[in-house]
Nanobody, 127 residues
Framework: QVQLVESGGGLVQAGGSLRLSCAAS????????IGWFRQAPGKEREFVAA????????YYAASVKGRFTIARDNAKNTVFLQMNSLKPEDTAVYYC????????????????????WGQGTQVTVSS
């Protein structure tokens, strides 16, 4: 069973940048889709970005496209989310998740297609 641990969150000024990391352990990532989701207080969890681990296809929410970049490091079994041009609206707890069961090369923006979740890391963007 894969375990996921996020890190890299913090407090930044609007327009600044952060890089989040999601380190996987327990098994190597191979056919998974890895997604980033976020949830602000009182709001529903929303999709941010995803990557197909095996082939590297990526998909972004419209709200972050052009500002955020998702990437993977196969040797480190780690996925990154580079967040640039941050806005106060990006403030949330950010979670990474692994699908585990999608067909090879598939990616998804649906939270219910991800079976393994990290504990989250807080990102706060001040205006």
């Amino acid at each position: 069973q894969v375990q996921l641990v996020e890190s890299g969150g913090g407090l930044v000024q609007a327009g600044g940048s952060l890089r989040l990391s999601c380190a996987a352990s327990g098994r190597t990532l191979s056919r998974d889709a890895i997604g980033w989701f976020r949830q602000a207080p009182g709001k529903e969890r929303e999709f941010v970005a995803a990557i197909s681990w095996g082939v590297g296809n990526t998909y972004y929410a419209a709200s972050v496209k052009g500002r955020f970049t998702i990437a993977r490091d196969n040797a480190k079994n780690t996925v990154f989310l580079q967040m640039n041009s941050l806005k106060p609206e990006d403030t949330a707890v950010y979670y990474c998740a692994a699908s585990g069961g999608l067909p090879y090369g598939s990616i998804s923006s649906r939270a219910n297609e991800y079976g393994f979740w990290g504990q989250g890391t807080q990102v706060t963007v001040s205006s």
